[in-house]
Antibody, heavy 121, light 107 residues
Framework: QVQLVQSGAEVKKPGASVKVSCKASGYTFTSYGISWVRQAPGQGLEWMGWISAYNGNTNYAQKLQGRVTMTTDTSTSTAYMELRSLRSDDTAVYYC??????????????WGQGTLVTVSS | DIQLTQSPSFLSASVGDRVTITCRASQGISSYLAWYQQKPGKAPKLLIYAASTLQSGVPSRFSGSGSGTEFTLTISSLQPEDFATYYCQQLNSYPRTFGPGTKVDIK
């Protein structure tokens, strides 16, 4: 069965960086992309960006350009999201999701369990 | 960027009620729309993709319709496990924006 398992909660100081991992299993990793979505406390869902697990191509949300980097390691079927220069408003639960892009079925069909990142001095 | 609005933002309903949530896009997105259900402390769950296709394993009381700029999610007979927040998402272009959500609460 398809599973996305994320790394554990992190507490960071303002200005630091965080790297969240997302290990995939149960499917051919390179056949799908991975999108990252975050959710601040009590707020809605915010798309952060996408990476192709096939060739590493990326597309980032404009507001995060320059601070976010998404990568994959196909040898371990793991995706990573690094966010730098953390601010208090980056405090959120971060999710990875399998990004199914087809002409008829585009959607985020499987999600990780979420990783809470707390930014506090 | 394509903006999505949802109405209502909050809905109070009873078990057995028929519930309809509307999602409007700021420009045409064909049928590239998905609906998700999220319960507190949990990851979102895909319900509907391509505006009207039920994801495998999702109960048939959920249905979706629409194309272009206006879409609806309908729950034909609300069940206790359906009390949650529902989000629409457009996948026509980047960024992959989400609607602000509709919280369905118990009356």
């Amino acid at each position: 069965q398809v599973q996305l398992v994320q790394s554990g909660a992190e507490v960071k100081k303002p200005g630091a960086s965080v790297k969240v991992s997302c290990k995939a299993s149960g499917y051919t990793f390179t056949s799908y992309g991975i999108s990252w979505v975050r959710q601040a406390p009590g707020q809605g869902l915010e798309w952060m960006g996408w990476i192709s697990a096939y060739n590493g191509n990326t597309n980032y949300a404009q507001k995060l350009q320059g601070r976010v980097t998404m990568t994959t390691d196909t040898s371990t079927s793991t995706a990573y999201m690094e966010l730098r220069s953390l601010r208090s408003d980056d405090t959120a639960v971060y999710y990875c999701a399998r990004d199914r892009q087809t002409a008829v079925a585009s959607s985020f069909d499987y999600w990780g369990q979420g990783t809470l990142v707390t930014v506090s001095s | 960027d394509i903006q999505l609005t949802q109405s209502p933002s909050f809905l109070s309903a009873s078990v057995g009620d028929r519930v309809t949530i509307t999602c409007r896009a700021s420009q045409g997105i064909s049928s590239y729309l998905a609906w998700y259900q999220q319960k507190p402390g949990k990851a979102p769950k895909l319900l509907i993709y391509a505006a009207s296709t039920l994801q495998s394993g999702v109960p048939s009381r959920f249905s979706g319709s629409g194309s272009g700029t206006e879409f609806t999610l309908t729950i034909s007979s609300l069940q206790p496990e359906d009390f949650a927040t529902y989000y629409c998402q457009q996948l026509n272009s980047y960024p992959r924006t989400f609607g602000p959500g509709t919280k369905v609460d118990i009356k």
